[in-house]
């Protein structure tokens, strides 16, 4: 399967079970995980890339995350550090790979959309702000990921 | 004296114009304003009286202008303001004060405090006694335009974030467009999701909209700071910008000061009246449902309540539209205690949450808002101020209370009936 655009790639994460999309997110959030030096979110994204986590961890995993993500707001008036802001998103995107299951919705659609405003910020640091390939990556991955789900 | 207290003094007896005299002449010293001021109530410290942190502006006052006042001077009894005492009264003009206007709204005598507060302030500000935080903020507003530092960079990557997500375009600089949407900072750094749910909308309600290049960000550091100057420069950069793209309406953004800054105050800042007309965007949002444009599908069956931003709806007036809008989407919508009209700020506001020696009294101030949550216990909290949403975010992360916070905007645009052409809903 290919994925060409954000429509395809929606749809085809819509398509996936709660348990394969909390996989998934998990790649796409793995991939900006070295973005965040916060111990709760790589927490949350190694429980979420190991799998067959409990509903109970999850909220708990869920609930650090939380923590992690309004700890790095920036706050109205403060001059705005991209570089920390990264982080910030990397911290929405663990949240949405550890939702727990019954508030799931479309969790990986979320963590990629979060992954790639992580991308992005990263990018603003460097200066340039629209420069990175972050969706064409998670095409592929997803990409990938479905075709070992066939192959299995 | 010195130079910057005595520029100070001239400056603060100049703000004493015609309304300011007729206040401090017509205070009663009845006291009601303290219980109407969330730094008082929950410090119980008789310091935040409202009124109070007024004092040495009320001297100068009574010392320029009245009779008693002078014979008090001449005898030495009423002392002059000095530069340590405008110093002490830092933590009462800036660190406790929200600018929210609850005071102003249950003053017996028709007082507007907040009025007095930011005409205080510009005195403070001359004199050099302004928060470290917030004088950063108003440098970096002069130095780039932004108080946060958001530079056109970062707002085309946003652009394109937002583009990619919804697969609409986002327009930048289109003349003749009917909407100038503006962004305030904060929703730049932390909420994309704000512009993504403002793309999906306008395009639903087929209207035009474009952002400004040169006139994007909407937060006026200089009302928060009360300097009128810089006020006026930031205004000017977004009348220029909507005059030159010829845009018949500018939508300011979930930010409440940016809406006073540029809806009250903006023309009379600039001396004349705009050529555009202002909106919040809860009210471009609710004047889209009464004309049918804004067409949602399904109900949040959580129980739901909404915080007023004290701009919004105390000194804005804007209270019915962004009810309109819960009750299209919510099946369970539970107003606070108090809501509307005499809502209770979060804390944040008026450049406290700028201030970082403010933070301590800031979380104290919050257990006003957790009483009130505690009142209806909502599932979730929709707001229509980014500063509102994070200062609201830190006191219940604060007093670990899990409560899940979101921007009406959003909300509206996550009950869209049909998905942005050739594109997704946004996640």
């Keep these: ?152 | 004296m010195n130079a910057s207290l005595d520029k100070g003094v001239r400056v603060l007896k100049e703000m004493i114009d015609a309304p300011i005299a007729s206040y401090f002449a017509s205070c009663v010293h009845c006291g009601l304003c303290a219980e109407a001021c969330l730094f008082y109530t929950e410090t119980g410290d008789p310091k935040y009286t409202p009124i109070h942190k007024l004092a040495p502006m009320r001297r100068l006052y009574e010392q320029e202008y009245t009779l008693l006042g002078r014979l008090k001077k001449w005898l030495g009894i009423s002392p002059p303001v000095t530069d340590s005492e405008l110093g002490a009264w830092q933590e009462l003009v800036y660190n406790s004060c929200t600018l929210c206007g609850r005071c102003s709204a249950v003053c017996p005598v028709g007082n507007d405090i907040v009025y007095m507060v930011r005409k205080f302030r510009e005195g403070m500000a001359v004199a050099g006694h302004a928060p470290a935080g917030v004088i950063e903020a108003t440098r970096r507003t002069i130095d780039l335009g932004s108080p946060m530092g958001v530079k056109l960079h970062a707002v085309k990557a946003q652009m394109k974030h937002v583009e990619e997500e919804t697969g609409i375009a986002v327009p930048l600089d289109v003349e003749g467009a009917e909407y100038m949407v503006q962004l305030s900072s904060m929703e730049i750094i932390n909420f994309p999701e704000y512009l993504s749910a403002v793309a999906r909308i306008m395009q639903q309600a087929g209207k035009t909209w474009t952002l400004c290049s040169t006139g994007f960000e909407a937060t006026n550091a200089g009302i928060q700071i009360g300097v009128s100057d810089l006020a006026r420069t930031i205004v000017m950069r977004i009348v220029e910008g909507a005059e030159r793209l010829k845009v018949k309406t500018v939508i300011s953004p979930e930010c409440g000061h940016a809406y006073t800054a540029i809806r009250w105050e903006g023309p009379n800042l600039i001396g004349r009246p705009f050529t555009f007309r202002v909106q919040h965007i809860v009210e471009v949002l609710d004047e889209f449902r009464a004309q049918g444009l804004l067409k949602t599908q399904g109900m949040e069956t959580d129980r739901l309540t909404f915080h007023d931003p004290c701009q919004l709806a105390r000194r804005g007036g804007v209270i019915e539209p962004q009810r309109n809008l819960m009750r299209m989407v919510a099946k369970h919508f539970v107003e606070l205690p108090e809501a509307g009209l005499m809502n209770w700020c979060c804390g944040g506001g008026g450049g406290v949450s700028a201030n970082e020696e403010a933070d301590a009294l800031r979380l104290t101030a919050f257990k006003r808002k957790q009483s009130q949550l505690e009142a209806v216990h909502p599932d979730r909290l929709v707001t229509a101020c980014a500063v509102c949403r994070t200062t609201i975010e830190e006191g219940l992360e604060h007093y670990q209370m899990k409560l899940p916070v979101i921007g009406l905007t959003e909300l509206i645009a996550a009950h869209l009936t049909a998905p942005a052409a050739g594109g997704p809903e946004g996640g």
Aim: glycine share 6%.
């Design chain 1, 1 to 152: 399967m290919s994925i060409h655009n954000d429509s395809e790639f929606k749809a085809a994460l819509e398509r996936l079970a709660p348990d394969r999309q909390r996989q998934v997110a998990a790649r796409f959030a793995r991939r900006v995980a070295d973005l965040s030096q916060d111990v709760r979110v790589k927490t949350a994204i190694e429980a979420a890339s190991r799998g067959g986590v409990s509903e109970a961890e999850l909220e708990v995993l869920h609930q650090a995350a939380n923590s992690a993500r309004v700890e790095s707001f920036t706050r109205c008036g403060m001059e705005a550090d991209w570089s920390d802001q990264t982080g910030h998103f990397v911290a929405k995107a663990a949240m949405a790979c550890v939702r727990p299951t019954a508030a799931a919705g479309n969790l990986a659609w979320d963590t990629a959309m979060h992954a790639r405003m992580a991308r992005t910020c990263q990018t603003i640091t460097e200066g340039t702000g629209t420069g990175n390939r972050e969706t064409e990556a998670q095409y592929r991955l997803l990409e990938d990921f479905l075709n070992q789900g066939v192959r299995t």
